[in-house]
Nanobody, 115 residues
Framework: QVRLVESGGGLVQSGGSLRLSCAASGSIFSIYNVGWYRQAPGKQRDLVARITNIGSTNYADSVKGRFTISRDNAKNTVYLQMNSLKPEDTAVYYC?????????WGQGTQVTVSS
C-alpha cells in the first residue's frame, strides 16, 4: 500500500512558477513509475509528465520546455517544477504511482494561474 500526498499548489500569475511535490509513504517508492496528471473543470484527466523507476521522463506537448519532473527516492518524493505558467495550466494536479500490479492516486492539489 502506498499513500501519496501532493502539495505546492496555489494561485500564481501568468508567467510565474510553482513546484509541486508528491510525497509517498508505505512502500518501496523507488520501484514505482510516477506521473503527474491534471484535470480542469469539465475535462478529462490528462497526463502532464511521467518519470519511470529508472528515471526516464516524458511530457505532454503542452508543457514541454516549461515543466520538469524529477524524483528523490531517498525522500520518497517526486517533484514537478512548473515555469512560465499559463492560465490554461489551471487544474487540479494529481500524482499517480504505479507498477504493473499496483496503481495509486493522491488527493490532488489545485493550481490556479491568473491572467
Amino acid at each position: 500500500q502506498v499513500r501519496l500526498v501532493e502539495s505546492g499548489g496555489g494561485l500564481v500569475q501568468s508567467g510565474g512558477s510553482l513546484r509541486l511535490s508528491c510525497a509517498a509513504s508505505g512502500s518501496i517508492f523507488s520501484i514505482y513509475n510516477v506521473g503527474w496528471y491534471r484535470q480542469a473543470p469539465g475535462k478529462q484527466r490528462d497526463l502532464v509528465a511521467r518519470i519511470t523507476n529508472i528515471g526516464s521522463t516524458n511530457y505532454a506537448d503542452s508543457v514541454k520546455g516549461r515543466f520538469t519532473i524529477s524524483r528523490d527516492n531517498a525522500k520518497n518524493t517526486v517533484y514537478l517544477q512548473m515555469n512560465s505558467l499559463k492560465p490554461e495550466d489551471t487544474a487540479v494536479y494529481y500524482c499517480n504511482a504505479n507498477t504493473p500490479r499496483y496503481d495509486y492516486w493522491g488527493q490532488g492539489t489545485q493550481v490556479t494561474v491568473s491572467s
